[in-house]
């Protein structure tokens, strides 16, 4: 046999890609953090509702998309920029594919801090952004994506990593997520409507919604602890076999569960059952997960507890464990019933966010900047404080929310021995459990101050040091040729951990088959959204009203979904069908009560209420912490795309009429006028171009196209 004698390639990793990112991470963080105390606060201490541009209607979801798509996305970039390279043993694909997608990156994040407080937005939760930024992130993907296989392609380690699983899992999926819940026609440059409506928008919105959190702030942050954790404990992972069954079972189950948002609901009963079975059987590969972290670190607890990056670490697998067991078991119908639309579902969502993706942020960043930089931690005292602090927060932030959960949850549905609802008054509900909110406030303040520590004490680790932006590395170059006998010797598996493509579409196939079984017959099947013969489409003016509604944000703190329970029957009037929405575009069905349900609204108030409850909220209920709308009195109506809005509805195959299109604006005209003299009845005088008499058109037109009980 000839002997070979392998020459090492010498080659070096991209550090200055990671240092943005990381940078872009604290950063963000801070900024997302600082928007959540705000509206923690603005929920007890109506004042906070600074100007129009920053109610809570609007800035919600600027503090959502802030925490997700800033604060984790450019954390799970970070760390994948930096773990790949080494994985793979190879430089990033293209140095320019990686700075266009950390730029690309921030503008987006910037146009989203822009548009939302504007109150520019789709209403879709965690998918507010209007298309032509859908279209930059649909962009910014594709180069991620591109650099990311390239790296793959050129590597000169022939294995794939788990790590590099779940990042893969996490690009294709998202990309599918991304696309399908997009689709949307456009009206103007930052208008458009969804092309779904009503039951099937909303499946699409809660398939979406589910599983963005699945792939975007779970499978990316599994693959980086998969890295960085026997990095960080120098030991290897617990068990290989575990990660495996963990990966497929995991893309597979997780894609089927998003129906469970929307139980009891009209969304058919097959459709919300699946949502249930899966969600159940999602406990396994997720707590498989967490076991395969925890147990990783079996034999090295003295490190644990010397080692504050791995303290973080550990708590923030345990959180994981803690929402994947508690996220199944409100799937459940009868918690459910309870916990939807609660605080309880708040608490549930921070304990995997605060717990699970920032303390995994934070160990990751507190690990990789001192070796980017070349140094050490500037203070491993503040280290420690951080840690403490922000534990503190999340039990602060935590422990109120489900008390105040369990708190509604009980008193929404409490009858007395006669036979009506104990506290019918919504507001009774509210009043209860602002104490609550005021504690969440300050374990919200508390997290908060632990990441200024944090970016502190990175800052000065990073001034004390030197960045190593070309970290020079060698490697044996990929050998293209495998023999016989190698891969005989292998385990079954390994046959696609070397082949990345069969991995993109082996994970692609996993995902796509329960998105089909689930959306396919939804919007197929015919008899899946019947249709009620009584229900119209909106007036000119109650589809501006509705843009309004949207524009404010009011579906952020009001549902319009009445479910089929006594106590909400009793309280709102009859349930809502599924045929009532099929003209709604988007629907607005809602995922927290912040104030009472809406679907039932229209005729229950005359207009005069709706007014003076839109100036002065406290006047028309008394201890409402809803903030005043004064803008609407004074900012005349836009008419100017009125008849363009109604010709996209019929594009949508709302059923308008040439004559109802060609007269938007006069027929608007005519109803405002209408209101007008009903308000001026009352000696209310106000104009009948008003924003305000949109909104109370819009407001007394909901629920009533069926007779109520």
Not at 10 to 18: E, L, P
Not at 95 to 120: E, Y
Not at 473 to 482: G, N
Request: hydrophobic share 45%.
């Amino acid at each position: 046999m000839k002997s070979q004698t392998t020459t090492l390639e010498q080659f070096s990793y991209d550090n200055k890609t990671v240092r943005n990112f990381a940078i872009a991470t604290i950063i963000w963080g801070i900024v997302g953090m600082l928007v959540g105390v705000i509206i923690a606060s603005q929920l007890f201490e109506p004042a906070m509702n600074v100007t129009q541009y920053g109610t809570f209607g609007r800035i919600r979801p600027l503090h959502t998309n802030a925490v997700i798509f800033a604060f984790v996305g450019n954390a799970i970039f970070a760390g994948v920029y930096y773990s790949l390279q080494r994985l793979l043993k190879a430089r990033m694909f293209s140095d320019f594919l990686s700075s266009f997608h950390f730029w690309g990156w921030q503008l987006i994040i910037v146009a989203a801090a822009i548009t939302l407080p504007l109150g520019i937005t789709t209403s879709h939760e965690y998918a507010e952004l209007e298309w032509p930024i859908d279209i930059a992130i649909t962009l910014v993907w594709v180069a991620f994506g591109i650099n990311m296989f390239g790296t793959i392609i050129k590597r000169r380690e022939r294995h794939l990593y788990v790590a590099i699983w779940f990042y893969i899992a996490t690009f294709v999926t998202v990309a599918v997520l991304h696309l399908t819940n997009s689709v949307q026609l456009p009206i103007s440059f930052l208008k458009s409507y969804y092309v779904y409506a009503g039951v099937q928008d909303a499946l699409i919105q809660w398939w979406y919604g589910h599983n963005a959190v699945a792939f975007f702030l779970t499978t990316p942050f599994l693959g980086l602890m998969y890295y960085f954790l026997p990095k960080m404990a120098n030991r290897p992972v617990y068990s290989y076999r575990l990660s495996i069954l963990h990966f497929w079972a995991l893309i597979f189950i997780y894609i089927w569960a998003g129906p469970h948002h929307l139980l009891y609901s009209s969304l058919p009963d097959w459709a919300q059952s699946l949502g249930v079975v899966f969600s159940i059987m999602l406990i396994a590969p997720s707590w498989g997960g967490m076991i395969n972290g925890l147990l990783t670190l079996r034999g090295a607890w003295d490190q644990v507890r010397e080692n504050t990056i791995l303290k973080f670490m550990v708590v923030g697998i345990t959180t994981y464990g803690m929402a994947t067991f508690e996220g199944p078991m409100l799937s459940l119908k009868n918690v459910n019933a309870i916990a939807h639309f609660t605080d309880w579902i708040v608490a549930h969502v921070h304990v995997g966010a605060l717990g699970w993706n920032g303390f995994l942020t934070f160990a990751i960043l507190y690990w990789m900047v001192p070796r980017i930089f070349q140094t050490t931690l500037f203070s491993e005292k503040l280290v420690k404080t951080h840690f403490w602090i922000g534990t503190l927060g999340i039990a602060f932030y935590a422990i109120p929310m489900y008390i105040s959960g369990f708190t509604q949850g009980m008193m929404w549905k409490q009858f007395t021995p006669e036979g009506t609802l104990q506290y019918g008054n919504f507001l009774d509900t509210t009043l209860q459990i602002i104490p609550m909110h005021q504690m969440r406030a300050l374990g919200g303040t508390l997290y908060l101050v632990g990441a200024i520590l944090m970016a502190y004490n990175l800052f000065k680790t990073m001034a004390q040091g030197t960045l190593l932006a070309n970290e020079p590395a060698e490697a044996a170059p990929l050998e293209v040729i495998v023999s016989e006998k190698e891969v005989k010797g292998l385990h079954w598996h390994s046959w696609i951990e070397r082949r990345p493509i069969q991995l993109l579409v082996g994970s692609l196939i996993m995902i796509l088959i329960g998105s089909l079984v689930e959306l396919i017959p939804t919007f197929m099947v015919k008899s899946n959204v019947p249709t009620i013969a009584a229900v119209q489409p909106y007036t000119s003016l109650e589809l501006e009203g509705r843009d309004i509604y949207i524009r404010e944000g009011c579906v952020n703190c009001h549902s319009q979904l009445v479910r089929p329970f006594r106590s909400e029957t009793e309280r709102y009037g009859e349930f809502s069908k599924s045929g009532e929405f099929v003209y709604d575009h988007p629907f607005l069905w809602g995922s927290k009560r912040t104030g009472p349900d809406l679907h039932r609204e229209g005729g229950k108030y005359p207009d005069s209420w709706h007014y003076h409850h839109m100036r002065e909220p406290s006047s028309m209920s008394p201890g409402s912490i809803m903030p005043a709308y004064d803008w609407l009195y004074d900012q005349s109506l836009n008419t100017s795309q009125t008849q363009a809005k109604l010709q996209a509805m019929k594009t949508l195959g709302v059923p308008y009429d040439d004559a109802q299109i060609k007269n938007a604006v006069k027929d608007l005209e005519a109803q405002s006028k209408e209101i007008q003299a009903r308000l001026a009845e009352e000696k209310i005088k106000v104009g009948a171009d008003k924003e305000i008499i949109a909104l109370i058109a819009y407001l007394q037109r909901l629920g009533t196209d069926i007779s109520k009980k």
